[in-house]
């Protein structure tokens, strides 16, 4: 009962510090002025007290996830010592499996074969937090990056796995230049795990070849 009490006294401070700080460029408490500067620093301070007593929400995530990336890249040697032909026929490797095992379950697998195929065909392997981002997407969830961060090489990894049962994956970009450059680039990899690549825009459509 105490710390509902004082979560809901902290919870209203919060909320009245960020309402203030939005509305005024300054405000007085107990007749000292405030900046929006300070109140900024009080809002993150009342931010930083409530991840300290609730936990941070992505925390637990996180840490699910890296557990998986440990375990893609435990398989790493294991796909890198293949041969091209037997790399590119793990696609039907993992296709046999789906049939008693989920997407889920054949997730790690799957993604050291992409990773491994990016390094050899476009020279670019996925960073452990791109890794992540594959995850995330797959998940269905949104995968926020900066530009440059890498978010074309991210997809093929949800793309790959969830192509994996032939039901087709569609992803939409922004515009058509964007759609027929990234389609040509990272067709590369789903063209050298045997996956066949189109691309529709307005008035036309294209296969990678």
């Known amino acids: 009962m ?10 209203s401070l919060l909320i009245l510090i960020s309402w203030s ?17 300070s109140a900024r620093g009080l809002y993150l301070f009342m931010k930083k007290i409530f ?22 890249n435990a398989l ?19 296709k046999k499996r789906l049939e008693k095992e989920s997407l889920d379950k054949i997730l ?11 390094t050899r065909t476009l020279k670019q392997r996925h960073f452990d937090v791109q890794l992540i981002g594959g995850m995330v997407l797959h998940e269905g969830n949104v995968a926020e990056m900066k530009t440059g961060e890498g978010k074309t090489l991210v997809a093929t ?7 994996l049962n032939s039901k087709g994956v569609h992803v939409v970009t922004v515009n058509d230049y964007l759609a027929q450059r990234d389609a040509g680039w990272m067709g590369q990899i789903y063209n050298f795990l045997g996956l066949s690549v189109g691309v529709i825009i307005p008035d036309e459509s294209f296969l990678y070849d």
């Open 108 to 118: 790690p697998d799957a993604f050291a074969v992409v990773r491994e195929a990016a």
């Open 21 to 37: 700080a939005f509305v005024s460029k300054t405000y007085h408490i107990e007749n000292k002025e405030v900046t929006k500067d």
């Open 2 to 11: 105490e710390k509902r009490l004082i979560l809901a006294i902290a919870l």
């Open 51 to 72: 991840k300290r007593v609730l936990g941070d929400p992505q925390a637990k995530t996180i840490k699910r996830l890296k557990r998986r990336v440990n375990e893609v």
């Open 157 to 163: 990894l949800a793309v790959y796995l969830n192509a």
């Open 76 to 94: 790493g040697p294991k796909y890198k010592k293949l041969s091209d032909a037997k790399l590119k026929d793990q696609t039907n490797v993992l």
